[in-house]
């Protein structure tokens, strides 16, 4: 069976959230998990739980990279669990690694130590993003702020894969963020890339898409770099939180509109269960030799158990090998 | 008395509510206000209603341009309402022109045809952004795509005077958009207006801004380059709407939820005011020798009146001669 490594020492709730979640997933997956951390702190908390002890593996780390860690900690810090969770994957002691950690740190570890997939210019990052409709992957998430248009088009092939095989949308349609839907607008980025990917036939270009038309559904697939991904995904979450406190504070005004809440609890939870989705995983980080998966960084042990269920799902998809052969 | 010029053939609305905000505005105003336009349209609207004739004259203009046109049009329609409106401004026969047309139009006629103030690279367009404490200003809501480091330290500075003169700041706190807050993040663009902003005492700089943050309020200035704006304008506008569209499927989903929707009404009409004002006036196009206001496509009567009063106030406060102290 295959192994999946886990950064105990990374994100808001490690490392005893982060372990929690490993033993809840034992349940649900098949694979080994290879807890790597501080040893001592880890050992400790396992005796708090009845698991079956072949399928916990325990690998010592002294160091932790933190939040407040540059972005080439993992070469700094060569002892941190993150650093040495990512050479368990080079090595091919695991499949595949989850982190609740330093973002930035991850990717640039990932691409060092794990490796690029031969062809790929650049990793990407895809998280989910809630649509009217369902899902849309974003790539690029994080990973690449200064992207070319071949890295653009790149992501497009990467995640239209990704789509297919593990998420189950066939054809996935690809929209590429611009400032308007018409082919000659946008910037030098956006339209150099609107030029690749109407090119290629093997990926489904939609074409352009405004950024009110995310929510839409529309596209399975949002393609834009990751400035312009990272201000999506946190704009959503401020704005978001924001336009919930607004709906708290007139549900609490009076006696009426408490009554009003009442009534509406069920349809608020609806809407919540929307945006606060965390039994979807996490975002991998694809176009590499092995499997990275970067979960939230306040990440509770459900967030843990998903990723984990997903990862396998990435190892029984063989979804590394199937990117490969698009870039061969 | 100054004189505002008005495209009347602009927007979705055009040329009927646009003439309704004008008559409508006469009331509310000083100005003189010349409605630039097909003129047997113009004048047999005019016949519908009762005004001061000496405050309204009226523009001949054979052509317009449309939401189809090219970002050029101005200069292949010589004979448009936009371009006649611009050469006006120009003259100097009016002080400032509104237009709900063609906003890539708009820029490119108005750089060309009003021109930039001496020492100003591009003139930057500055809609106001809802936030929970108020509303912030957003630099580059949609002129330049591809901008400078110089770009945007420029338009923290127009803004800054623009905050203080019209909308009565007083020391205005400057946010740079980047994907973490920390000094050292960012893409090269943000990296390089971060020093420049730092290095500028002039201004209030609060340092880099998450887009989870712009909600909060904590800046009176946020700026970008006109992609990311324009992503953070329209994502609002498509995310707000669908969250919107949520909450009224949840408040019809039975008797019980239509009763709570009864109870709420005030709250969903006090929350959707936040979002969907229409007396603040339009987002001025800042850094040009001449007053410059985009209203939005889609403007009634209301908002054509509110920019006229806007545009008003930016006269009376000598916006653009204080504006241009700033880069002498």
Request: glycine share 10%; net charge neutral.
């Amino acid at each position: 069976m295959s192994k999946i490594a886990i950064d105990i020492m990374g994100g808001d709730h490690a490392p005893y959230e982060i372990i929690k979640g490993c033993i809840m997933a034992l349940d649900k997956c098949s694979s080994t998990l290879i807890l790597v951390g501080d040893s001592n702190i880890i050992n400790e908390e396992l005796t708090k739980y009845a698991f079956d002890k072949d399928r916990i593996e325990v690998t010592h780390a002294s160091d932790i990279i933190t939040m407040e860690d540059s972005f080439n900690a993992v070469r700094t810090k060569k002892d941190s669990s993150m650093s040495i969770g990512l050479k368990l994957v080079h090595n091919d002691f695991a499949k595949g690694i989850i982190s609740a950690g330093n973002s930035g740190a991850l990717v640039a570890g990932a691409t060092s130590i794990v490796g690029r997939l031969k062809g790929v210019k650049r990793p990407v990052i895809a998280p989910l993003l809630p649509t009217k409709t369902g899902y849309s992957l974003l790539v690029d998430g994080g990973a690449n702020v200064d992207a070319t248009a071949e890295y653009l088009h790149q992501f497009a092939k990467i995640a239209s894969v990704y789509m297919k095989e593990c998420l189950n949308v066939q054809n996935p349609k690809v929209g590429l963020v611009n400032i308007g839907t018409e082919v000659e607008k946008g910037n030098q980025l956006s339209k150099e890339a609107f030029k690749l990917l109407s090119a290629d036939d093997t990926i489904n270009f939609y074409g352009n898409i405004e950024a009110r038309e995310i929510p839409s559904g529309n596209v399975d697939i949002i393609v834009c770099d990751a400035f312009v991904g990272n201000v999506i995904l946190k704009f959503m979450e401020g704005f978001g939180n924001w336009v919930f406190s607004m709906v708290k504070t007139e549900f609490t005004r009076s006696l009426k509109t408490k009554i009003a809440g009442l009534l509406m609890k069920d349809g608020i939870t609806n809407i919540k269960n929307k945006f606060y989705y965390n039994d979807k995983g996490g975002a991998p980080l694809l176009g590499l030799r092995g499997l990275v998966v970067k979960i939230h960084g306040n990440s509770k042990s459900t967030e843990v158990t998903g990723a984990i269920i997903q990862v396998e799902g990435f190892i029984e998809n063989n979804l590394i090998e199937k990117i490969s052969t698009k870039f061969n």
